[in-house]
């Protein structure tokens, strides 16, 4: 009977734990700004690449963004910004060594090498020799289109 009692109290102890590393984990991520993965899916080959509002609701609020998997360009981020029925389409490659960057807090980051870049796509830091390359996005109804014929700056 003191083996079973034993063994509880050692698994509390194991749950306690957990959900303090978890906590922990959690707190760390809210206060280093990281976010939830964006939901990505492959684009067909192509010049433009549509994208529907109502299958990507996080496009309807400034800031929501969505991975887009594109055959020549790997992989470009459209963002919902702050002017409405505006979208930004970011490369997510990284322009050090061609790495895929990520949303980090406010920008992106490349795990890699550590570049970091601000919102607009600006390196702020590591050995990213440019800043990321843009695309040019327009709003038609409910659909969201990405030109990738159409490079920006």
């Known amino acids: ?14 749950a306690q734990g957990v959900d303090a590393c978890l906590a922990a984990a959690l707190g760390g991520c809210l206060l280093s700004g990281c976010r939830v993965i964006p939901r990505s899916f492959q684009a067909p080959a192509g010049d ?23 055959p020549v360009f790997r992989v470009i981020y459209v963002r919902r910004n702050g ?11 990284c322009t050090h060594q061609g790495g895929i960057v990520s949303p980090s807090g406010s920008g992106f980051r490349c795990p890699l090498h550590g ?6 796509g600006q390196n702020t830091g590591g050995p990213a020799p440019r800043p990321l390359k843009f695309f040019r996005v327009t709003a038609e109804g409910d659909d969201v289109i990405l030109h990738l014929k159409e490079k920006i700056g």
């Open 115 to 120: 570049s970091t870049y601000d919102g607009e």
């Open 48 to 70: 433009t690449v549509k994208i529907t509002l109502k299958n990507y609701p996080e496009l309807n609020r400034p800031g929501g963004i969505v991975k887009v998997l594109v």
């Open 1 to 14: 009977m003191k083996l079973r009692h034993g063994r509880r109290a050692f698994l509390g102890k194991v």
């Open 83 to 93: 002017r409405k029925d505006s979208f930004d389409g970011i490369s997510g490659v």
